[in-house]
């Protein structure tokens, strides 16, 4: 088993430019989730998907839209890039057996915004 | 919301056991804790999740006071593969996770 997948893993974008991070798994976990880490700093959830057709925002959603397409795959996009969403972007997931939150991530994309 | 707070960093020897506490004052009734570790340049991997009282798994152990408004991560004798950030993180997956708090974690320096 892969676990969690993510692509690409590197990615420069000039301002204003979109893109979209992609996110697979091959558990069979109900939930997804998007993280982005600054350096330094702890991680930040920008969306979230409890079940397949399902999405909520996190703490951070602003600038970013994102799309459970099936069970396995789970996209983030960025419409118009801006520098402040220069970040280290992780996908995980997890199943919720007993309410905890077990995650599994994926290796992270990291993006810099110019 | 159940933000918690924890030291920024601690240092250890080789072969010692390892205690980093978390606080946690404001957790709900269904919450658990869940502790990760994180490498340079990895995603965060899960290490224990308990409720209360005591979990304990082969990579480590995790005491939760009754209270529960803190709980301490234990590493028995780390070894320098055990230099990491270690993220306590608390909630209910069962009722949404937007309230979802890693804070900024414990950067372990483990000293040969």
């Known amino acids: 088993n892969a676990g969690v997948t993510q692509t690409p893993k590197f990615q420069v974008l000039k301002t204003g430019q979109s893109m979209t991070l992609q996110c697979a798994q091959d558990?069979?976990?109900?939930?997804m989730y998007w993280y982005r880490q600054d350096p330094g700093m702890g991680l930040r959830l920008i969306y979230y998907s409890a079940s397949e057709g399902t999405t909520d925002k996190g703490e951070v959603p602003n600038g970013y839209n994102v799309s459970r397409l099936n069970k396995r795959e789970f996209s983030l996009r960025l419409e118009s890039a801006a520098p402040s969403q220069t970040s280290v972007y992780f996908c995980a997931s997890s199943e919720a057996l007993q309410g905890g939150y077990e995650q599994y991530f994926g290796p992270g994309t990291r993006l810099t915004v110019t | 919301l159940a933000k918690t707070t924890q030291p920024i960093s601690m240092d250890s020897y080789e072969g010692q056991e390892v205690n980093i506490t978390c606080s946690h004052n404001?957790?709900?009734?269904?919450?658990?804790i869940t502790w990760y570790q994180q490498f340079p340049s990895q995603g965060p991997r899960f290490i224990i999740q308990?409720?209360?009282t005591k979990v304990t798994n082969e990579v480590a152990s995790l005491f939760i006071p009754a209270d529960r408004k803190s709980s301490t991560l234990s590493l028995p004798r780390v070894s320098l593969s055990d230099t990491a950030v270690y993220y306590c993180l608390v909630g209910d997956s069962l009722t949404g996770a937007n309230n979802l708090f890693f804070g900024t974690g414990t950067r372990l320096t483990v000293i040969p």
């Open positions: 558990m069979n976990h109900n939930s």
């Open positions: 308990g409720y209360k």
């Open positions: 404001n957790i709900a009734t269904n919450d658990y």
